[in-house]
């Protein structure tokens, strides 16, 4: 595994990804994987060939502008295939392709180790700390 380093001028404090984390495949990983909206949209995928409508529907609280967006990002990838058909009123479909059923598997290592490591912790209360 090769271990991706800051730039000496990235600080300790800032917040956001070093460029660097995103030209090397590990860091692409973990930058897509922390996508929540692209990982629920794969989940979703993994049964089958979805619409857009039915996407937006089983993905709870996705604006038709996330969606879309997220569905670009995965086609130019190439882990989601959109497939047009030539009828009235016009159907689009998206699936997965063979790069985007692989991720399946690391879904499946989450839901492992959440289950193994987490179903006994309690989720964090984001209102606790707002009194403080």
């Known amino acids: ?8 001028s990235a600080e300790a404090e800032s917040t956001e990804p070093a460029t660097t984390c995103t030209t090397q495949p590990l860091g692409r990983a973990i930058h897509m994987l922390g996508d929540g909206w692209i990982l629920l949209i794969v989940m979703n995928l993994l049964s089958g060939p979805k619409r857009f409508g039915e996407l ?3 993905v709870d609280h996705i ?3 996330t969606l879309s967006q997220r569905l670009k ?3 130019d990838i190439e882990f989601v295939e959109r497939r047009a058909f030539a009828e009235i009123p016009p ?3 998206y699936r997965l392709t ?3 059923r692989a991720l399946g ?3 499946d290592s989450i839901e492992q180790f959440a289950q193994r490591y987490l179903s006994e912790t309690p989720p964090p209360c984001p209102d606790e700390d707002a009194g403080a």
Do not use: D
């Open 73 to 75: 990002v995965l086609e």
């Open 91 to 93: 159907r689009v479909e």
């Open 1 to 8: 595994m090769e271990i991706v380093q800051l730039p000496p």
């Open 98 to 100: 063979e790069k985007g």
């Open 56 to 58: 937006r529907g089983a």
């Open 63 to 65: 604006s038709s502008k």
């Open 105 to 107: 598997g690391v879904i």
